[in-house]
């Protein structure tokens, strides 16, 4: 990644690892169709408990693509969309550059 707007290696691999589940894709997707929503109503879109939510919840937050406000005694989460589309051009660079048509300068014996 070349720009200094880019995710760092370590920011990059952090959000990809808590994308890296069935669960927390479905709670983002979730959440991107809503504008915010509590704990409750993730738990009442998914076939998941209540605390497994609340844990893949806190995974997101920690990786900085879902957001957390507490609004008396419930959190709300929201999908950061800035951190979402800054993660997709990350990608969009790791693709184009792994994917471009370079050949290896080293030697061709094997």
Do not use: F, W
């Not at 990059?12 to 890296?20: E, I, M, N, R, V």
């Not at 800035?82 to 370079?102: E, S, W």
């Amino acid at each position: 990644m070349n720009s200094a707007d880019n995710l760092t290696t370590l920011a990059l691999a952090d959000k990809l690892a808590a994308l890296a589940h069935p669960a927390r894709l479905s709670i983002v997707q979730y959440l991107a169709e809503t504008e915010c929503s509590c704990c409750k109503d993730v738990v009442g879109s998914l076939d998941l408990a209540q605390s497994t939510v609340s844990q893949h919840l806190k995974v997101l937050v920690a990786a900085g693509l879902v957001r957390m406000e507490n609004e008396r005694q419930r959190s709300l989460y929201s999908v950061d969309r800035t951190a979402l589309a800054q993660l997709g051009v990350a990608m969009t660079d790791l693709m184009r550059d792994c994917c471009a048509d370079k050949r290896c300068s080293g030697s061709d014996e094997r």
